[in-house]
């Protein structure tokens, strides 16, 4: 019988488009998945059992004492690699100790239960460009900078994802299992279904971003990334990272990109940083005030005013990494965000 790939995240947007691919490869892939719990995950389960996919329900945070740990260890048999995508995405502090839970600690369950298991000869980690490639300057990072530990200390969902990497090299090296990291920057293009990573293009298109940043992003069309994931399964060099990022754009350019991609018209409002953070803050508290969600809040603002920019030559090099032409990503995830929530 063929070797097995668990997927865990595989209902999530990379997750969607790395399952895809590894069966269009041929590949026999199991998927762990926690049940239909919404009318999202429900829709998502099903098209994977189109897909001629296996499930495998679990959780990688599961309680040791909970069923859900048992299915770990069965979703682990006959497996030889393993593709880890489970994450939770959030700018809220708040959530800081489920991404804590879901992201260092599920880690260590799932690299722990893969040691038991035995015979898995490769695992690659999903994590995010902001680990290592977000300045205050306009430069593009590669793999070598170190983790930003001072500057994203309050953004609670970068500070668990660089203790995620951390843990999954240090697991990797101690238990034997080959560990490669893909990087990926904001994941663009179709899919999205929960609008975890496509939201602020979604709040452009409602008009709700009111003013230009200072910084700068770079994106990855969410396909692009999935097939340099894949790649990574055979081509990556365990114990090394890959950044996959596509084009570096200062924020004024890449709303006015948007503008011509969707014609809705960009916001022109430039001002100075401390004031918009606090123009946020006070209007964040209002909202909150009246039990409404802010369309803005300090988290994302301060974010924006740093730059995202990436070097991903490295992943050209030893993945065939190649990012398709941006403006296809932006014309296809607003065509697709349109259709799903607009």
């Known amino acids: 019988m063929r070797p097995v790939i668990l997927v865990t995240g595989g209902t999530g947007f990379l997750g969607a488009h790395v399952v895809r691919a590894l069966v269009e490869r041929g590949e026999r892939v199991r998927v762990l998945t926690r049940g239909g719990g919404s009318m999202s995950d429900t829709v998502e389960i099903a098209e994977l059992r189109d897909l001629g996919v296996e499930l495998a329900q679990g959780d990688v945070v599961a309680d040791l004492d909970a069923p859900g740990a048992l299915s770990l260890e069965r979703a682990l048999d006959g497996v030889d690699r393993i593709v880890h995508l489970a994450g939770f995405v959030s700018r809220a502090p708040e959530d800081g100790q489920r991404m804590m839970r879901v992201h260092v600690d599920g880690t260590r369950r799932l690299f722990e239960a893969a040691a038991r298991a035995g015979g898995v000869k490769r695992v690659v980690l999903a994590s995010t460009s902001g680990t290592i490639a977000v300045s205050k300057e306009a430069v593009a990072l590669d793999e070598s900078a170190p983790y930003p530990i001072e500057l994203v200390g309050s953004w609670p969902y970068y500070l668990s994802k660089i203790y995620q990497e951390k843990l ?73 990272r890959y950044l996959l990022g596509g084009p570096n754009w200062t924020f004024e350019e890449f709303l006015g990109r948007l503008e011509r991609a969707s014609k809705v018209r960009a916001p022109r409002l430039k001002v100075p940083d401390k004031m918009a953070r606090a123009a946020t803050t006070l209007f964040q508290h209002a909202y909150e005030a009246l039990h409404k969600e802010p369309p803005v809040d300090r988290i994302s603002v301060e974010m924006s005013q740093h730059y995202w920019w990436c070097d991903s030559s490295k992943a050209e090099r030893e993945l065939g990494f190649a990012a398709r032409d941006p403006g296809e990503t932006l014309d296809d995830t607003i065509r697709d965000l349109r259709r799903r929530f607009l």
Not at 203 to 229: H, Q, Y
């Open 168 to 240: 999954a090299f240090e697991l990797g090296a101690r238990y034997a299992l080959p560990l490669v990291v893909v990087n990926p920057s904001l994941l663009l293009g179709p899919g999205d279904t929960r609008g975890s990573s496509t939201g602020d293009v979604k709040k452009f298109l409602k008009r709700e971003i009111p003013i230009v940043p200072s910084g700068g992003v770079s994106f990855v069309d969410a396909r692009d990334a999935a097939e340099a994931t894949v790649a990574a399964l055979e081509r990556g060099r365990p114990g090394e």
